[in-house]
């Protein structure tokens, strides 16, 4: 494998012999690691779940395997799993990921994995990170005592298809203090929250619209505190997407962010292809303009 990093100028489809929705991607070191969210799993007899992928520059990509241990809860064998997040702290790593039983959206919840090695294997904490149904959680540090995790929450959430922020108590507990990101909006649905540390201010993107369709898209908003307010970032055709749907890339949407070969950022999404067989896995430079986050797809 060519361990010579690729210089990107737009978006580029990773190449893994697979869909990958959900996409989430980190740099460690001198690699970059990749997960995401894989085919239901309903009545699933397998032992492990999430693949990982590992590559060195971002072309060429090699299967580590599946890292999450099967979680052993009621109706966790016919349920389903999605959108993990990997976070590292203090010598461990935690796998932040969404789970149902028996598939009833009353009953999913973002939970949370440990691990002693980032390609695992992780074991799952035992609860659900929060009281009331959420998915797509999304963890983010501000430093070493102060962090907070972003989520959507669900059906039967006092605030459903809202985006929510709780603040830690350790890395498998929170406050439950939940409050609402965008305390003035109340949305039809709006789901992948994903923040980045600029240096003067923090940028939150979301994605919006139908994940089944071409309506799906990244939004971004901005911040100078990470529990805002935070305020959309607009153009003169309102609020700005930094994704939407282009002539080879349908629906694109929930995204992670990365820094690539020169510390610069980059955005990982998922994207249905023409045929409409898959959600696959993109990636882009996150370029700025006028002091805004855009994307050549």
Same mark, same amino acid.
């Given at each position: 494998?060519?361990?010579?990093?690729? !210089?990107?100028?737009?978006?580029?489809?990773?190449?893994?012999?697979? %869909?990958?929705?959900?996409?989430?991607?980190?740099?460690? +070191?001198?690699?970059?690691?990749?997960?995401?969210?894989?085919?239901?799993?309903?009545?699933?007899?397998?032992?492990?779940?999430?693949?990982?992928? /590992?590559?060195?520059?971002? *072309?060429?990509?090699?299967?580590? +395997?599946?890292?999450?241990?099967?979680?052993?809860?009621?109706? &966790?064998?016919?349920?389903?799993?999605?959108?993990?997040?990997?976070?590292?702290?203090?010598?461990?790593?935690?796998?932040?990921?969404? @789970?149902?039983?028996?598939?009833?959206?009353?009953?999913?919840? =973002?939970?949370? @994995?440990?691990?002693?090695?980032?390609?695992?294997?992780?074991?799952?904490?035992?609860?659900?990170?929060?009281?009331?149904?959420?998915?797509? +959680?999304?963890?983010?540090?501000? $430093?070493?005592?102060? $962090? /907070?995790?972003? /989520?959507?929450?669900?059906?039967?959430?006092?605030?459903?298809? %809202?985006?929510?922020?709780?603040?830690? =108590?350790?890395?498998?507990?929170?406050?439950?203090?939940?409050? !609402? =990101?965008?305390? &003035?909006?109340? *949305?039809?649905?709006?789901?992948?929250?994903?923040?980045?540390?600029?240096?003067?201010?923090?940028?939150?993107?979301? &994605?919006?619209?139908?994940?089944?369709?071409?309506?799906?898209?990244?939004? =971004?908003?901005?911040? !100078?505190?990470?529990?805002?307010?935070?305020?959309?970032?607009?153009?003169?055709?309102?609020?700005?997407?930094?994704?939407?749907?282009?002539?080879?890339?349908?629906?694109?949407?929930?995204?992670?962010?990365?820094?690539?070969?020169?510390?610069?950022?980059?955005?990982?999404?998922?994207?249905?292809?023409?045929?409409?067989?898959?959600?696959?896995?993109?990636?882009?430079?996150?370029?700025?303009?006028?002091?805004?986050? /855009?994307?050549?797809?």
């Amino acid at each position: 494998m060519a361990n010579n990093p690729i !210089k990107f100028e737009s978006a580029v489809k990773l190449e893994i012999g697979q %869909q990958l929705p959900d996409p989430f991607c980190i740099r460690i +070191g001198e690699g970059y690691y990749l997960t995401g969210t894989h085919s239901t799993r309903r009545k699933s007899k397998k032992p492990s779940l999430f693949d990982m992928f /590992y590559s060195r520059n971002l *072309v060429n990509w090699k299967s580590l +395997g599946p890292i999450l241990k099967m979680p052993d809860y009621e109706g &966790s064998r016919e349920g389903n799993f999605w959108a993990p997040e990997i976070f590292p702290y203090k010598g461990k790593y935690y796998l932040y990921y969404t @789970a149902d039983s028996f598939g009833d959206p009353y009953r999913r919840f =973002v939970r949370v @994995a440990v691990g002693e090695q980032l390609e695992g294997p992780y074991e799952d904490s035992g609860r659900a990170l929060t009281e009331q149904p959420s998915i797509d +959680g999304h963890p983010f540090s501000v $430093s070493e005592d102060e $962090s /907070y995790l972003f /989520y959507t929450g669900n059906e039967g959430n006092d605030h459903m298809g %809202q985006l929510l922020v709780d603040k830690f =108590v350790s890395p498998v507990q929170l406050e439950n203090k939940p409050g !609402k =990101v965008f305390p &003035s909006e109340t *949305v039809e649905w709006e789901e992948g929250a994903f923040v980045i540390d600029s240096g003067s201010t923090f940028f939150f993107f979301s &994605s919006q619209g139908n994940w089944r369709n071409e309506t799906y898209h990244v939004l =971004v908003s901005k911040a !100078k505190n990470i529990l805002g307010p935070y305020e959309r970032c607009r153009d003169k055709n309102g609020n700005c997407k930094v994704l939407k749907t282009t002539a080879n890339q349908f629906g694109p949407g929930h995204n992670s962010i990365f820094r690539g070969p020169d510390t610069s950022f980059f955005i990982c999404y998922h994207a249905w292809d023409k045929e409409r067989t898959g959600r696959y896995p993109w990636i882009a430079p996150l370029q700025w303009k006028e002091g805004f986050p /855009y994307v050549k797809q």
